[in-house]
């Protein structure tokens, strides 16, 4: 069980965005509100469709290229990962696209990515849309936006976060990043619903410790309704799971039998949720299986993803994330420079508001 851990700047599988207590909470109300058993629906749900999207630089491995072998094997993990829950995946489509700065560029709230999920996303809620991008660092490229009172709303961001710039409120980092939606966010932004992996963290990929293809586990882990199993540290509702033991700080390594919370058990290290080697990752607990079920049951298998209106509020104030003492500036507009509108994802820092 968890709630909100401190940002170690220096950790690989580093998360960007962590839910707030506020917005955990608000979710939950949601939840507890409007939730379907899994128990209550008649036999086993189908298996959901997969769209991949594989973005690149060029026709290279290196520059984001993916073949059909790769994500064959790609699917092969996520689905014996969830083979126990009973949820599968099937692929049905994927589509390639030589796009630099897609490839380069897409990240949370930014225009790239709102241009690329506009033109690609298909299907609806129960439809999982996987996009491999390139999150390259340099000349502004893969840039995550922040204020310094609130992080992204509403997406979960991991992986190798380096600040490098703070100014007027808007903080700024490059980052290589894996992000995924909440299924309670669908019917507010249903062209922004998916998953954004890092094409190196696929089976074969050259993110060493990281290239097994669980950081695609993980960040399904969250479109499926999860939290990260040291959400809260020690203290608080955490994540929402009975059996997963509490956790101070994410886990790095494979560090079995450490236990960073006195007196709810070790750690989970090869629990999906948390940040250890792909080699370290086993499996899901029952209690999140039967949450993602449920999840799944309330959000994302009632048809067209409407049958309920969830009223979850914009993400309260949050802390940003800390000063870099190192920080130099970059080329970038003013934050209240107006951006272009781009139809069905909003655009980062609309002129006169926070993202």
């Known amino acids: 069980m968890v709630n909100s851990a401190a940002i170690d700047t220096t950790h690989p599988r580093l998360c960007g965005s962590e839910v707030s207590a506020e917005h955990q909470a608000a979710l939950e109300d949601d939840f507890k509100a409007n939730k379907i058993l899994a128990s209550a629906r008649l036999g086993p749900s189908d298996p959901l469709n997969v769209y991949f999207h594989v973005i690149s630089r060029d026709e290279s491995r290196a520059g984001g290229h993916i073949d059909d072998v790769t994500i064959q094997e790609q699917m092969e993990v996520l689905n014996t990962a969830f083979q126990p829950s009973g949820v599968q995946f099937r692929l049905v489509k994927v589509t390639r696209n030589v796009n630099p700065t897609w490839f380069s560029r ?42 310094a009172n609130k992080v992204l709303s509403n997406l979960i961001v991991g992986t190798r976060l380096e600040p490098t710039w703070s100014q007027h409120d808007i903080w700024v980092v490059t980052a290589k990043v894996q992000y995924a939606t909440f299924p309670a966010d669908y019917q507010g932004a249903p062209k922004d619903d998916g998953v954004v992996v890092v094409h190196s963290s696929l089976p074969g990929g050259s993110m060493t410790n990281f290239n097994l293809g669980q950081t695609l586990t993980h960040e399904v882990g969250h479109w499926v309704g999860l939290y990260h199993t040291f959400q809260g540290g020690c203290s608080g509702v955490g994540d929402q799971v009975d059996d997963t033991p509490a956790e101070a700080t994410p886990a790095n390594g494979c560090p079995i039998g450490c236990d960073t919370c006195p007196g709810g058990g070790p750690d989970p290290v090869q629990n999906y949720m948390d940040y250890s080697y792909d080699s370290c990752m086993t499996g899901f607990s029952q209690g999140q299986i039967t949450r993602l079920q449920d999840q799944l049951a309330t959000y994302r298998l009632t048809g067209n993803g409407t049958d309920h209106e969830p009223h979850v509020p914009e993400e309260p104030t949050s802390p940003g994330l800390p000063v870099p003492t190192d920080a130099t500036p970059t080329d970038l507009p003013e934050p209240t420079d107006p951006l272009p509108e781009v139809p069905g994802i909003p655009l980062p820092f609309p002129t006169g508001e926070n993202p």
């Not at 709230?109 to 999920?117: D, I, L, N, P, V």
């Not at 506009?118 to 000349?139: H, K, M, W």
């Open 106 to 147: 897409a990240a949370p709230r930014t225009r790239e990515q709102a241009e690329m999920k506009n033109q690609l996303r298909e299907g609806g809620p129960a439809d999982l849309n996987i996009y491999t991008v390139g999150f390259e660092s340099g000349s502004g490229a893969g840039l995550l936006g922040y204020t």
